[in-house]
């Protein structure tokens, strides 16, 4: 499987900017349509976006679109998650995953289990 490690969270004020980056390690990584989800503090895992596998699609949480922006450079196998008016119900930890369809939503590919260690975004209002 994919191995992916995420990075550049930190805390940032309501209204601010955050970038995220989610790094793959493999050769397979353009072979994957790959997502990003949040998990908040006693919350369940939830969906925020995600990308095709050149880059041409994407679709969006209810709740970020308009204010995210997900992209993807497949020659360095890396993910981007751009996060723009950020709000404190953003607060949560942040994790890539390859995902697939499921229903009207997306969720990680079936047998994932090499999730990252995540990188908290924290909004202060």
């Known amino acids: 499987q994919v191995q992916l490690v995420e990075s550049a969270g930190g805390l940032v004020q309501a209204g601010g900017s955050l970038s995220l980056s989610c790094a793959a390690s493999g050769r397979t990584f353009s072979s994957y349509v790959m997502g990003w989800f949040c998990q908040a503090l006693r919350k369940q895992r939830e969906f925020v976006a995600t990308?095709?596998?050149?880059?041409?699609?994407?679709y969006y949480a209810y709740s970020v679109e308009g204010r995210f922006t997900i992209s993807r450079d497949n020659p360095k196998n890396t993910e981007y998650l751009q996060m723009n008016s950020l709000k404190p119900e953003d607060t949560a930890v942040y994790y890539c995953a390859p995902v697939s369809r499921a229903g009207t939503s997306w969720e990680p590919i079936a047998g994932f289990d090499s999730w990252g260690q995540g990188t908290q975004v924290t909004v202060s209002s």
């Open positions: 990308i095709s596998w050149g880059g041409e699609y994407s």
